[in-house]
């Protein structure tokens, strides 16, 4: 059996995959990670298995003259669509991926930032919680997705053919959270604090056990549910081997 080929793409240099990294990592994965746009035009999917798309400080809608590389990621995420190859969208890149598949982004009602519990249809795939969140746009899935996850904000998780995507923070450990903070979100992070049950805001620096408790994944079911996939996408295209996650095996 050869090991999976997975391609990362993160959109700032303080960002990485965290947990999800380190799942595929453990299951024998090779992880190559592009910074888009700086790294240059986004790599060939020919031998890859897997991408993972990261978060991002933009909106997939931002249409200024210095953000046509979001045209050609969505353009990127059609061809793996077409070519078969998996999709994991984080964030940002579950927008992009709902995007890119004929649904749309759209400003949410508020911002979410700090730790959230969701309501999940389905709990062996997506647990309920409480995931990291850290964004003010939301995804209106493509009507063929079905929807995983939702809260009173919007859609937290979808599927749609083979590819995943959540708009919470799997991949995020306490490091990752604070380069975020130190990057300029902790200013963001006090604005946006949802005081109501279920909600806990991303304040590291009163709660240093917060920043503890994100170096621990929030669900293992989850990273199984993401990594546990067959070597090659040949072996995916008719049928799932065995404790392959659902995903992976529809069409």
């Known amino acids: 059996m050869g090991f999976m080929r997975v391609v990362v ?3 700032h240099e303080e960002d990485s995959a965290g947990f999800v990294g380190a799942a595929f990592r453990a299951r024998g994965a090779e992880l190559s990670v592009h910074l888009f746009p700086k790294d240059g035009p986004l790599p060939g999917l020919d031998g890859v298995d897997h991408v993972v798309v990261l978060g991002a400080i933009w909106s997939v809608y931002d249409d200024g003259a210095d953000r046509a590389w979001i045209a050609d990621e969505l353009a990127w995420l059609r061809q793996a669509d077409e070519a078969g190859v998996p999709v994991f969208g984080i964030c940002f890149g579950a927008q992009a991926l709902a ?8 400003a949410a009602p508020r911002k ?3 730790w959230r519990l969701i309501d999940s249809f389905d709990p062996g795939l997506i647990p309920p919680g409480p995931w990291l969140e850290f964004h ?3 995804c209106l899935p493509p009507r063929r997705a079905r929807v ?3 809260n009173d904000v919007g859609v937290q998780a ?5 590819h995943l995507a959540v708009q919470f923070h799997p991949e995020a450990d306490g ?4 380069l975020w903070l130190d990057a300029g979100g902790r200013e963001e992070a006090e604005q946006a604090g949802d005081r109501r049950p279920g909600a806990r805001r991303a304040r590291p620096g009163r709660h240093p056990g917060r920043i503890r408790a994100a170096d621990r994944p929030a669900s293992g079911s989850g990273y199984r549910a993401i990594t546990h996939g067959s070597s090659t996408r040949r072996d995916q295209s008719n049928h799932r081997r065995p404790g392959s996650p659902r995903w992976l095996g529809e069409a």
């Open 99 to 106: 995007a890119a598949l004929g649904g749309r982004v759209e």
């Open 175 to 178: 490091d990752q959270l604070r």
């Open 9 to 11: 793409v993160r959109h």
């Open 136 to 138: 003010g746009d939301r």
């Open 158 to 162: 979808f599927m749609v053919g083979r």
């Open 112 to 114: 979410e930032i700090g």
């Open 148 to 150: 995983l996850a939702r």
